[in-house]
Nanobody, 120 residues
Framework: QVQLVESGGGLVQAGGSLRLSCAASGRTFSAYAMGWFRQAPGKQRELVAS???????FLANSVKGRFTISRDDNKNTAYLHMTGLKPEDTAVYYC??????????????WGQGTQVTVSS
């Protein structure tokens, strides 16, 4: 059974930084693409960043230049490093694991989410 456990969320002032972590277990971590999604109140869940097994990354336009996604296959952990945070980044952030080495289609597994709140 795959489990994804996020950590690192919290309250930060605008311009600040946070690093989210997603610890995975249950299957071979290195074989699957990982992603970070977020959902703000009243809005749809959106893809923020993804990273393939190869290490190739995707970043949404809204976070390019501010966020980076990485993975450590030795630790079975994915990270989202967020800098230059803005109030509009406030959301629940979800870690997700895709169905293959590529971040295609809908994820197969989701974490429970971690709240990120950016104050102005």
């Amino acid at each position: 059974q795959v489990q994804l456990v996020e950590s690192g969320g919290g309250l930060v002032q605008a311009g600040g930084s946070l690093r989210l972590s997603c610890a995975a277990s249950g299957r071979t971590f290195s074989a699957y693409a990982m992603g970070w999604f977020r959902q703000a109140p009243g809005k749809q869940r959106e893809l923020v960043a993804s990273i393939a097994s190869s290490g190739s990354t995707f970043l949404a336009n809204s976070v390019k230049g501010r966020f980076t996604i990485s993975r450590d296959d030795n630790k079975n952990t994915a990270y989202l490093h967020m800098t230059g945070l803005k109030p509009e980044d406030t959301a629940v952030y979800y870690c997700a694991q895709f169905r293959s080495t590529f971040a295609l289609g809908s994820p197969e597994y989701w974490g429970q989410g971690t709240q990120v709140t950016v104050s102005s």
